[in-house]
């Protein structure tokens, strides 16, 4: 498998950035890491050889980024605000740098699906909700999709704004509902073994249901528990039997 290390001194993020990059030909993934973990996670719990033969054959190009969880959200010694700061700052690192990395290393037409498990669900979904003019879709697997969840009682407009459970309840019609509603690959998927919490999945299922948001809901029996070999399966199923 072709692999690339490449990072830079990101502006955004006041810090050095890494990203990994699998792969010649096909569509993008972007890959949001777990929790706290790095841009090497989902290549060293295996993900990535799930689903060699898909970026072999070029179906797929993932590219796979650092997570700034540990400056944010899971950082019990920063205040709240900075927390939200600096999950904003993340948002723009990706739109500003990562994006334009993506597509200089692809094409300006290539598409681009976020995708990511458990912590990286939320971000790979919210990512793709505030811009669907830059992504393609999604594929969020086994996650919370409030951000209250994460922030212990804190809430302000950034914590809404980063929460599709809180900002797409309230979205009214609009030209950004509508490109949501046009995007083929809206992918939210959940076990329902040891430590998932599928009605979450569900709940965020039923407001895009009724915010007439086209997505596929799919939640796998209790055999699947929040780990990885949940997610080994989920991946390459779909990358072989949705694109």
């Known amino acids: 498998m072709h692999r690339e290390i490449h990072g830079w001194h990101s502006p955004s993020l006041h810090k050095h950035m890494e990203i990994a990059v699998y792969g010649h030909y096909g569509f993008a993934l972007l890959m949001l890491p777990t929790a706290a973990a790095d841009y090497l996670e989902y290549e060293r719990f295996m993900l990535i050889d799930s689903i060699a033969h898909h970026i072999n054959g070029g179906k797929v190009k993932v590219f796979s980024i650092n997570s700034i969880n540990s400056e944010s959200w899971l950082n019990n010694n920063m205040h709240p605000r900075h927390k939200a700061i600096r999950h904003q700052q993340f ?18 037409d290539t598409p681009i699906i976020t995708c990511g498990a458990s912590l990286g669900a939320l971000h790979s979904a919210n990512l793709f909700f505030k811009r669907p003019d830059l992504f393609a879709g999604t594929i969020a697997m086994s996650g919370n999709y409030d951000l209250s969840t994460y922030t212990k009682g804190y809430h302000d407009e950034d914590v809404y704004f980063n929460s599709p459970m809180q900002y797409l309840a309230n979205m009214e019609e609009s030209p950004l509902l509508n490109t949501i509603r046009s995007r083929r690959h809206i992918h939210i998927l959940t ?10 999945t569900r709940n965020f299922s039923k407001l895009l249901h009724a915010k007439g948001i086209p997505h596929e809901l799919d939640v796998w029996g209790h055999d699947m528990a929040h780990d990885w070999p949940t997610w080994r399966s989920m991946l390459p199923y779909y990358l072989e039997s949705r694109f």
Do not use: D, L, M, W
């Open 91 to 108: 948002n723009e690192y990706v739109f500003k740098e990562v994006v334009p990395f993506i597509k200089t290393h692809t094409s300006q």
């Open 191 to 200: 076990g329902s073994g040891n430590y998932e919490t599928p009605e979450a």
